[in-house]
């Protein structure tokens, strides 16, 4: 199907979310991950022109549109953090949908930066009874296993790094440095001492690609991978894949010191991430998780 033809089905669905009239003007394609075909819809209604950012995939990929207009949902409802107001979510039998409000995006720069790490604070702040989440999601294109949990300790090391190792044993990575995480696993209780991390809102996958500002100097985030966790592992990937402005982690601290330990526990929670990028692409990632492993094994000899 061709951007045309798909823009018509959009239409439909935006014109029934709406309720109200909507024509179609045109389709143009745009950046929106190497998951999905990324699409902005223009049209004119009763009201004036409108556009939307879709998300298309396969039927099948259905859940994970789902996930995310579930996860945007849960942070829109703490309300510290903007995010794109979800339109349309749903499927036929050939193809899925996630259809989100039409936002004027910038690079983060020095005022939003500082600003999203006040709203982060603010979001982390916000009390919670367990750690997981209510359903299981996405981290990027791999499933994310959750559930509830009273123990972070046991929920970080079964359902984040020994759930990456398995899809590693799965994908036939490299055996030893499966093994050396498993070991790594089996030790990781040494990180955290006497620390007791709060059960904090998460967006979960919180890397530069995944916040902009509006014009007005408004953070926003999108593409969330939400769960209750310690809110280090949020800090933490933002320090990853080329970062955000150091403005961020100022603000944050600011408001909410990080405790001495986060500078180890930084890597362990990152080891996450890079797992998942070594599980998904292979190649670098795989040196960079085999380094880190062995870094983090280094810090409890």
């Known amino acids: 199907m061709n951007a045309d033809d798909l823009g018509q089905v959009l239409a439909v669905v935006i014109e029934n979310a709406i309720e109200e009239s909507f024509e179609l003007t045109g389709t143009e394609q745009v950046g929106g991950g190497c998951i999905h075909t990324a699409l902005k ?17 396969e039927a099948e990929k259905g859940g994970m549109f789902a996930a995310e207009k579930d996860g945007l949902g849960a942070i829109e409802k703490a309300g510290a953090m903007r995010v794109p107001r979800v339109v ?16 004027d ?20 702040r916000l009390p919670q009874e367990k750690f997981g989440w209510t359903r299981d999601n996405f981290i990027g294109a791999m499933p994310q296993v959750n559930g509830w949990s009273s123990d972070w300790l046991s929920f970080w090391r079964d359902r984040r790094i020994h759930a990456q190792l398995r899809f590693a044993a799965h994908n036939r990575l490299p055996s030893r440095m499966i093994d050396r995480g498993e070991r790594l696993v089996a030790d990781c209780a040494a990180f955290f001492g006497n620390y007791a991390p709060a059960k904090s809102l998460l967006h979960g996958d919180l890397w530069g690609g995944n916040a902009s500002a509006l014009a007005d100097g408004t953070p926003v985030v999108f593409d969330p991978a939400v769960y209750v966790g310690d809110r280090e592992a949020d800090v933490a990937m933002t320090e990853l894949f080329g970062g955000f402005p150091a403005e961020f982690k100022a603000a944050y601290v600011t408001d909410w010191p990080l405790d001495v330990g986060y500078r180890t526990r ?36």
Do not use: C, M
């Open 266 to 301: 930084r890597n362990l929670y990152n080891l996450y991430h890079i797992l998942n990028h070594a599980n998904l692409f292979g190649s670098g990632y795989v040196r960079q998780a085999e380094q880190t492993i062995e870094k983090l094994l280094s810090e409890i000899r």
């Open 41 to 57: 819809v223009s049209g004119e209604t009763a009201t004036g022109k409108k556009s939307f950012f879709a998300k298309v995939n």
């Open 105 to 124: 995006l910038a690079p983060l720069d020095a005022r939003s930066a500082g600003a999203l790490g006040k709203a982060l604070v603010a979001q982390h």
């Open 88 to 103: 349309a979510q749903g499927a036929d039998d050939e193809r899925s949908w996630l259809v989100l409000e039409w936002l």
